[in-house]
């Protein structure tokens, strides 16, 4: 989420609320790069509300679909990163 944030936060909101990236991005295209980094974003935050909606359904079993989900489909999702000790 932080990683989301960081990188989302100022041209989403710029979006929202009728920014310049909206404008130029209207008149000169989307980067590859950045679109594909939107997806793994949108996807990453997908598989986060799957597994919140497990916790919160009481069916903690459920919860291997959610990570097989994440191996099966781990080159469409953000890369993992390593916390820290």
């Given at each position: 989420l932080f990683d989301f944030k960081e990188y989302s936060w100022k041209p989403l909101s710029s979006y929202v609320h009728?920014?310049?990236?909206?404008?130029?991005?209207?008149?000169?295209?989307?980067?590859?790069?950045?679109?594909?980094?939107?997806i793994r974003a949108s996807n990453g935050v997908s598989t986060m509300v799957g597994m919140l909606l497990v916790i919160l359904s009481g069916e903690r079993s459920q919860s291997a679909r959610i990570l097989q989900i994440q191996v099966?489909?781990?080159?469409?999702?953000?890369?993992?990163?390593r916390q820290e000790a």
């Amino acid at each position: 989420l932080f990683d989301f944030k960081e990188y989302s936060w100022k041209p989403l909101s710029s979006y929202v609320h009728g920014g310049i990236h909206a404008v130029h991005r209207h008149s000169k295209g989307y980067p590859l790069p950045l679109l594909a980094q939107a997806i793994r974003a949108s996807n990453g935050v997908s598989t986060m509300v799957g597994m919140l909606l497990v916790i919160l359904s009481g069916e903690r079993s459920q919860s291997a679909r959610i990570l097989q989900i994440q191996v099966d489909f781990g080159d469409c999702l953000p890369s993992p990163k390593r916390q820290e000790a």
